[in-house]
């Protein structure tokens, strides 16, 4: 959503890609030094294939310096993602995102600075709230794993039609006022000392795939029912 409206806010241009372009590097390489790009989103694992592609093409980051900034979300960020893009385009400044669909959409925030072992999720974004909770929705100490809760004006109300899906993910919020709720992400976090978010996993059996959400159950409620 903000990819679309934010440039528009500011008097920018917004570049659209033809349908499917996204899955060529060379193409998308190819767009940003056409129309000078400035701000791109990538999903990591889209990144990766971009940067191991267009790493293996000497002179191929030479068509990017239009570059300033690059987002990315949808699934975790690892570091050699980062470093890559950045021997192609060595000022570019890398911004982390966080945010499940439930809270409409990024709800923490995190500048790479280089030298991470672990690229952090950040800190919460303007009026979103973030817990890490235990199983009793007690906030756990620093460096301890516990589930992430979200908070804030963000939060969806529900899902339509669904109301023990809905009953089972947004729980009443201890500290809020009443009608309050969080949204239980599901996603194991912990605080590093300097307080920065640090993704752990999932405490379900859901993953991640090039940025969409897979229930495995669901890959195996239709296994079941194939013959044999």
């Given at each position: 959503?903000?990819?679309?409206f934010w440039?528009?806010?500011?008097g920018?241009?917004?570049?659209v890609a033809e349908?499917g372009?996204?899955?060529?590097?060379?193409y998308?390489?190819?767009?940003?030094e056409?129309?000078?790009?400035?701000?791109?989103h990538?999903v990591?694992?889209?990144?990766?294939?971009?940067?191991?592609?267009?790493?293996?093409?000497?002179?191929?980051g030479?068509?990017l310096?239009?570059?300033?900034?690059?987002?990315c979300?949808?699934?975790?960020l690892?570091?050699a993602g980062?470093e890559?893009?950045r021997?192609?385009?060595?000022g570019?400044?890398?911004?982390?995102?966080y945010?499940p669909?439930?809270?409409a959409?990024?709800?923490?925030?995190?500048v790479?600075?280089?030298?991470?072992?672990?690229?952090?999720?950040?800190?919460?974004?303007?009026n979103?709230?973030?817990?890490?909770?235990?199983?009793?929705?007690?906030?756990?100490?620093?460096?301890?794993?516990?589930?992430?809760?979200?908070?804030?004006?963000?939060?969806?109300r529900g899902?339509?039609?669904r109301?023990?899906?809905?009953?089972e993910r947004?729980?009443?919020?201890?500290?809020?006022?009443?009608?309050?709720?969080?949204?239980?992400?599901?996603?194991?976090?912990?605080?590093?000392g300097?307080?920065?978010?640090?993704?752990?996993?999932?405490?379900?059996?859901?993953?991640k795939?090039?940025?969409?959400r897979?229930?495995?159950?669901?890959?195996e409620?239709?296994?079941?029912?194939?013959?044999?």
């Amino acid at each position: 959503v903000w990819e679309l409206f934010w440039p528009l806010m500011v008097g920018a241009s917004v570049v659209v890609a033809e349908p499917g372009g996204h899955r060529d590097p060379w193409y998308v390489a190819s767009v940003v030094e056409r129309f000078g790009v400035s701000v791109c989103h990538f999903v990591p694992s889209m990144l990766s294939v971009f940067v191991d592609a267009l790493g293996g093409d000497r002179g191929a980051g030479g068509g990017l310096g239009s570059l300033r900034q690059v987002f990315c979300s949808g699934e975790a960020l690892g570091v050699a993602g980062v470093e890559g893009l950045r021997g192609l385009v060595p000022g570019v400044r890398v911004v982390n995102l966080y945010g499940p669909t439930e809270a409409a959409v990024d709800v923490t925030s995190y500048v790479v600075s280089g030298g991470e072992v672990v690229v952090p999720i950040g800190r919460a974004v303007p009026n979103v709230s973030v817990w890490v909770l235990d199983s009793r929705l007690r906030p756990v100490p620093v460096g301890v794993v516990g589930e992430l809760y979200l908070g804030g004006v963000q939060v969806a109300r529900g899902y339509a039609s669904r109301s023990g899906l809905t009953a089972e993910r947004f729980v009443a919020d201890p500290c809020g006022g009443v009608g309050s709720r969080l949204y239980r992400t599901g996603d194991r976090v912990r605080w590093s000392g300097v307080g920065e978010l640090e993704y752990v996993g999932r405490s379900d059996f859901q993953v991640k795939l090039r940025g969409q959400r897979i229930e495995l159950g669901e890959i195996e409620s239709v296994l079941q029912t194939a013959p044999g």
